[in-house]
């Protein structure tokens, strides 16, 4: 079994930047930590994957440049630094875990954490 558990959501102004962090833990492994967010009323949609082991990371397309993400190993975390924010990215973001190889979808993904809200106002 693995845990995650999100945080770092929050209010912010359009243009404001947020840190989300997951905190990994449990006996067991998968080696792609994703993120995801889903608004209200529309699907869950692919934002970013780190490697545990290589660090190697992938964006999807609309980031832009805009999020990044990283990952600290000594402290089994996985971070979301999102910049220039807008209210498009206001949404519930959640990390996961998946053992499959370059993961893009949520039905690749096995453990999920509870959410974090980020709420971008304009």
């Known amino acids: 079994q693995m845990q995650l558990v999100e945080s770092g959501g929050g209010l912010v102004q359009a243009g404001g930047s947020l840190r989300l962090s997951c905190v990994v833990s449990g006996s067991a492994w998968s080696d792609y930590i994703g993120w995801f967010r889903q608004a209200p009323g529309k699907e869950r949609i692919f934002v970013a994957h780190?490697?545990?082991?290589?660090?190697?990371?992938y964006y999807a397309d609309f980031v832009n440049g805009r999020f990044t993400i990283s990952r600290d190993n000594g402290l089994n975390t996985v971070y979301l630094q999102m910049d220039r924010l807008t209210p498009e990215d206001t949404a519930v973001y959640y990390c996961?875990?998946?053992?499959?190889?370059?993961?893009?979808?949520?039905?690749?993904?096995?453990?999920w954490g509870q959410g974090t809200q980020v709420t971008v106002s304009s």
């Open positions: 996961a875990a998946s053992g499959a190889f370059h993961p893009t979808t949520a039905a690749e993904y096995t453990y």
């Open positions: 780190v490697r545990r082991v290589s660090g190697a990371v």
